[in-house]
């Protein structure tokens, strides 16, 4: 049979509930244009984030009962360390509360004026991290993974021969090397192994070490597993173990893959640099062996991990995600091909050629979701991207909506009505107007910029 069907069965349910249009665009004014700022029970689907939204397994609610809440040396760590070193076997993990600690701690170390910190593309916080802590972040994704219509099946990889100009010029400045798997800002493409392997012959021929942003780590090795010449026969767990010996080191939200609703690590083999983030941990993220995280938690990612490469999840996980990509793309919405990982991504600027990239045609698209539909998305684009550390606003290189997927938690009935509300939206896109920013912050505004319509 060719149905793909959700590899579970429904445990516990929690209720949603649609408001009326008039009330939506009220509390839309009254959230300032800004979709972070509403209430969640005004919210039908929630496709703002794939991050610590998803749905734990009855195992894992079982391992949280197992939980050990010791300050120190919990059995619960030892129970997510060993996890860890099954998938990524570098010798130093440091937990962390979520990604951006591991982010925070790793570049209050490596980073500060003068560096610079290639990546194929930074996320966000990645970038506010490596920013603020003076040092430059440069995204060096390839060409075919800024053209939202080419489908190039590896379109998060790491453009060489730019990466090699930058090491070639600025080596003494730059203190490691990072990749994003899957690029979550560059539509969660995912890169090729021998992307990888040729990013790591640069980092040893410059003498660099290699951090992955591994976020998404397991759905980049199923699109290796069924795009890569070579490794449909071999196990996911065994891939993501080839992409972490490539590496000297790593940062994690396991926010996301791992199905976790909150956590992370940062892992290195490097004894001194190690030692330097433990003590930073310590400051912001408490003891090594429970940074910022209670024993439960620990125990809910180490089980959350070992599901994650389960290939039938994984399966579904893709499958499920192209459905919505596929209901898109047959309605004519131009959405980014291939279907990345964790999400489906309209390109805002194609559906609404009638708003210059500073009217935020991602961002206007995002609130005219959630007017007709009561669906949550997130604008990737020149909202989130546009401000330049000098602080002047230029147009990001693309205007993204990121309609993500929280893992195991919505149903194909769910993306069918998301598909006739996108539809529905998209057949009306002329009437939407464009937005000024009037209030913002200094950094990461798309959190809390309040916005009107012009
Ligand atoms: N790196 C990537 C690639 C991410 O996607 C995220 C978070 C982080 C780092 C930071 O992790 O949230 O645990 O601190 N991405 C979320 C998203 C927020 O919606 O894409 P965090």
Redesign the pocket.
Known sequence: FHTVIEPFRIHSIEPVRLISRSERQARLDEAGWNLFALHGDDVLIDL?????TGALSNEQWAAIQRGNEGYAGSPSWFRFRDAVHELFPFKHVIPTH??????KILFGVVGGSGKVIPNNTH????RAHVEFSGAEGVDLVVPEGLDPRNRHPFKGNVDIPALSRLLASRAEDVPLVMV?I????GGGQPVSLANLRAVRELCDEYDKPLFL?A??FAENAWFIKTREPGYVNVAVADIVREMAALADGM?M????DPLANI??WLAMNDDALASECRNLAILTEGFPTYGGLAGRDLDAIAVGLRESVDEDYLRYRIASTAYLGEGLERAGVPVVVPFGG?AIFIDARELLPHLPALQYPGHALACALYVEGGIRS?EIGTVMFGMGADGVERPAPMDLV?L?IPRRTYTHNHLDYVIEVVTYVARNSDQIAGLEIVEQPERLRHFSARFAPL
């Open positions: 703002l984030t794939d991050s610590g979520q990604g951006r600690a591991a982010e996320f966000d916080t990645t994003t899957t690029n979550n800002s942003d976020c998404r940062t939200s396991a926010k996301k956590g992370g964790h997130c990121r993500a």
